[in-house]
């Protein structure tokens, strides 16, 4: 199935710390952007066909893969001035670039790209700054089996915040963090979409709020529940935590790099 990338929103729960316009799919995690981590996981379950909703920052991301450099994540042999790659990232990827607008919502993103879907009837869709390493395979297979409209990945709530339980007068019966409620979950960001969705996001609408709100309320929206590994890196904090679990060697996320591997060698993937 294709997969559609919103990339193009400001982030500015990020943009501050940033700066030069960088958007936050381009944020580094390792030798590599955010953007390139989501994409690799897609590209592991088979999934190779991407079409990125550029806006903010558009530039950064396409130089970024006009200039992409093999090299960087990849061993390779050099001999006689010759780069021989030990493996390649994305000679199979076909990406199409797409300009959304600057100021467009999620919703009105997806319309402006619908053209490049060629008419399929389901696709995959990400903001492109979660990773995790849920088991894309049957997430696909159990939405089919839900035959639901739209569906998305739901996740307990990462916050430290409590949950206070108090009455009229004020005498607080009981704390909760709210990661420990285990009736809250939280959109995980990872959807499975059928073209059904484009009936219900008015031009300049929210894919959330509008488009998976209206199908919950027909049935027709089913929640894969993953308690797995699922981070998000909406603040600079974030991203700094995943970038340091790279580079020590904890990456729950990084799905292909076991697959990657001869046998008999181990690898350093974990599972949370």
Not at 122 to 135: G, S
Request: proline share 5%; charged share 20%.
């Amino acid at each position: 199935m294709k997969v559609v990338l919103f990339c193009g929103g400001y982030g500015m729960r990020m943009r501050d710390s940033v700066g030069s316009g960088m958007p936050k799919p381009m944020q580094m995690v390792g030798p590599r952007p955010l953007i390139w981590h989501v994409m690799h996981y897609y590209a592991h379950f088979g999934h190779t066909e991407f079409i990125l909703c550029l806006g903010y920052g558009a530039s950064h991301i396409k130089d970024y893969f006009l200039t992409y450099q093999e090299a960087a994540s990849n061993d390779f042999v050099m001999h006689g001035g010759q780069v021989e790659l030990m493996h390649s990232d994305i000679s199979n990827w076909r990406i199409t670039f797409v300009d959304t607008g600057l100021e467009s919502a999620i919703g009105e993103r997806l319309h402006r790209v619908r053209p490049f879907l060629d008419g399929d009837k389901h696709f995959l869709a990400n903001y492109a700054d979660v990773l995790t390493d849920a088991p894309l395979d049957e997430i696909v297979e159990r939405f089919h089996q839900s035959g639901a409209a739209a569906s998305m990945v739901i996740v307990p709530p990462e916050t430290s915040f409590h949950c206070v339980r108090v009455d009229e007068e004020g005498a607080v019966s009981g704390i909760t963090p709210l990661s420990e409620m285990a009736e809250v979950w939280i959109n995980g960001g990872y959807f499975v979409l059928s073209d059904d969705i484009f009936d219900c996001i008015p031009r300049g609408g929210d894919l959330v709020a509008d488009g998976c709100a209206a199908l919950a309320a027909e049935g027709r929206l089913f929640g894969y529940r993953y308690h797995g590994f699922w981070k998000p890196a909406d603040t600079f904090k974030e991203r700094a935590e995943l970038d340091e679990r790279y580079h020590l060697g904890d990456r729950p996320w990084m799905l292909w790099e076991s697959a990657e591997k001869p046998s008999g060698i181990g690898g350093d993937v974990g599972s949370e």
